[in-house]
Each structure stands twice: as structure tokens, then as C-alpha cells.
């Protein structure tokens, strides 16, 4: 399988890395892997640094209150990870497009990935369709890839709490 940038598959990576930030260079490497990403070699001290601060820059974007604060930052992005599309069948599982240059370190591999990934999510899909949780003390960022575009938490768990909360609060209010 290969992570596939027209979908949601490498803005989901961004959300799973930045969630839960890698301690080191070999879980960035695990972690890409088992999303679909094909590694032609170790993952470095070096691009876990890059793969950081590309997380801190998506963030950024994530958090960003209005869309066009969001797109100049992805457009920003974009223009560090600056790389023409290209065909490739690298790993011989069959022909591919790929927004990188060819043998790229991981680090800068995950900044094309994510700022392409990003940028198509947002333009087909909706601006507001990447943000955080809604439960307050939550702080996990997903992509809104539902049908009707109105998520609102990370998880079923969150809602769940969230709606406990309103129904506590409601009765708590009606006595």
C-alpha cells in the first residue's frame, strides 16, 4: 500500500504524529510504516528534528482561526517543501504520483506528505474540515472526513463525555 496524498491518509499520519509526538527517530520510522509509507532507509536523529518542526508548522495551521490565515500558512508549507510531481514505482508494487524528489530523507519526505496531504483534504473536502477536539481538556487535532463535515471531537469517547457533561449540566440547571 502506499500512503496516498489525494486522500485523507497523510493528513490522518499528521493528526497520529502530532497527537502523539515520536520519542525517536526509529518510532517516526514504525509509525510511517505501519501508516503505508515505504522508508528506503533508517530514519535519522536529523529527520526526526525535521519531522518535528514540520508538525510544529502543521499545528499551526490546525489552530489557525480564519481560512485564509490557514491557507497562507499551508501555502507557506507547500513552498518550503516545494518539489514537482512525479511518477514513480520505487518499490515495485506499481506506478504512483509522488509530490517529493526522489530518495528525499524522511524528515523533508513528511513535510511534502503532509503540506500536499493537507492542502488537498482542505480544498476538496472543506477549510474547516481540520481542527481540534471540542472537549475542552482535549487537545487532539483529526481530520473531519465524515459525510456531512460536522465532527466534533476526536473520538466516540470524547462525544460521549461531552454529552454526559451537557446532560449533567442541563438537569443540575432545570433543579
Known amino acids: 500500500m502506499h500512503l496516498n496524498p489525494y486522500g485523507e491518509d497523510a493528513v490522518n ?3 497520529d504524529l502530532a497527537n502523539r509526538r515520536p520519542a525517536d527517530a526509529e518510532n517516526l520510522a514504525d509509525r510511517c510504516r505501519a501508516a503505508g509509507l515505504v522508508l528506503d532507509r533508517p ?3 536529523e529527520d526526526l528534528a525535521d519531522a518535528l518542526e514540520a508538525l510544529d508548522a502543521w499545528e499551526e495551521v490546525v489552530d489557525a482561526t480564519d481560512e485564509h490565515e490557514r491557507a497562507g500558512l499551508l501555502n507557506a ?10 511518477m514513480t514505482n520505487h518499490a515495485g508494487t506499481g506506478w504512483h504520483v509522488h509530490y517529493r524528489d ?15 496531504g493537507t492542502a488537498l483534504h482542505l480544498t476538496g473536502r472543506g477549510m474547516h474540515r481540520l481542527r481540534r477536539c471540542d472537549v475542552a481538556e482535549c487537545t487532539a487535532i483529526f481530520a473531519d472526513t465524515s459525510r ?3 465532527r466534533r471531537y476526536c473520538s466516540q469517547r470524547c462525544a460521549n463525555r461531552d ?13
Open 13 to 15: 499520519l499528521a493528526a
Open 43 to 45: 530514519a535519522t536523529p
Open 77 to 86: 508549507m507547500l513552498a518550503s517543501a516545494a518539489a514537482y510531481p512525479r
Open 102 to 116: 526522489e530518495r528525499q530523507p524522511l524528515g523533508r519526505l513528511l513535510l511534502s506528505l503532509i503540506s500536499v
Open 148 to 150: 456531512t463535515g460536522r
Open 163 to 175: 454529552a454526559v457533561r451537557r446532560h449533567r449540566a442541563a438537569r443540575t440547571a432545570a433543579s
